[in-house]
């Protein structure tokens, strides 16, 4: 009789089991899971990550909060084995509307440039309107300009020579009645809009929240504005201070109404056909 025959086989019941896979687990916030080694009970609360790995934070019924390493089959729910692993980020989206309110349009080339044009008295103007309103120009294919100072407009338009599809738009500062601003833009033709806000500067444009004041302080006539602005604040120079303004500006919301409008009514006119 052979050992086979006499004994019966002696890998019966021996054979080896198939390893059932244990499911993966998404550690979304207060899903409520098992320590499988310890037992502790708890909600998903956050992770943390150090050189041994990721971690996920569960913190139980009374307030107890623990770190458990995101081992495989570490987790238990309901009692059933699970791998948990970390949420990914979603995917960032992108913003609907660009920083002047307007819906955004993605994936679009700027049109070529037009003639008609937006001027602005310095380079400070310009680059807050850039900042807000950049995208819309650029679809518009607006261009604007600096005058580098009022007292260059009237030869600017000579050499301009705006006329139908070569309209000129001009955003001014201190535009108020009586004011010298006043007096050099008017009577410029049909084809000339200008338009403005009551404020010193363009700085003062922008809302004071928007640069953690309370409000812009008052400046003697006579004392240079910007210079005056940035003593009373301590913020340097003006070229500091500059900086600080425009870093604050992200969207229209930090801007004066005034100074909306005026840009808006700009655009308008120098895109509009005629």
Request: hydrophobic residues 40%; glycine residues 12%; aromatic residues 8%.
């Amino acid at each position: 009789m052979s050992a086979r025959g006499g004994y019966g086989d002696i890998f019966a019941g021996h054979q080896r089991k198939k390893k059932v896979p244990v499911p993966t687990v998404r550690a979304e916030r207060d899903l409520v899971v098992e320590d499988a080694a310890s037992g502790f009970c708890g909600a998903v609360v956050g992770f943390d990550r150090s050189y041994d790995g990721d971690f996920v934070k569960l913190e139980d019924g009374r307030g107890a909060v623990r770190l458990f390493a995101l081992r495989e089959a570490a987790f238990l729910i309901d009692g059933k084995p699970v791998t948990l692993v970390r949420p990914t980020a979603p995917a960032p989206q992108p913003p609907t509307r660009s920083a002047s309110g307007s819906t955004r349009v993605d994936n679009l080339r700027a049109r070529v440039a037009r003639t008609s044009r937006i001027w602005v008295e310095g380079v400070h103007d310009a680059a807050l309107v850039e900042r807000v309103w950049g995208h819309d120009l650029r679809v518009e294919g607006v261009v604007v300009e600096h005058l580098e100072g009022l007292d260059n407009l009237g030869a600017r338009l000579t050499e301009f020579g705006p006329g139908p599809g070569a309209r000129v738009g001009v955003l001014v500062d201190h535009l108020v009645t009586g004011s010298k601003e006043t007096q050099l833009t008017t009577g410029l033709g049909p084809h000339v809009l200008v338009t403005g806000h009551p404020f010193i500067d363009v700085w003062q444009a922008v809302r004071p929240a928007a640069v953690g004041i309370e409000a812009w302080p008052v400046v003697p006539r006579g004392e240079d504005w910007k210079t005056g602005i940035c003593a009373r604040l301590g913020w340097g120079t003006p070229q500091q201070g500059w900086r600080r303004v425009y870093d604050a500006v992200g969207s229209f919301r930090d801007l004066e109404p005034p100074l909306i409008g005026a840009v808006e009514r700009l655009i308008d006119f120098v895109t509009e056909p005629e």
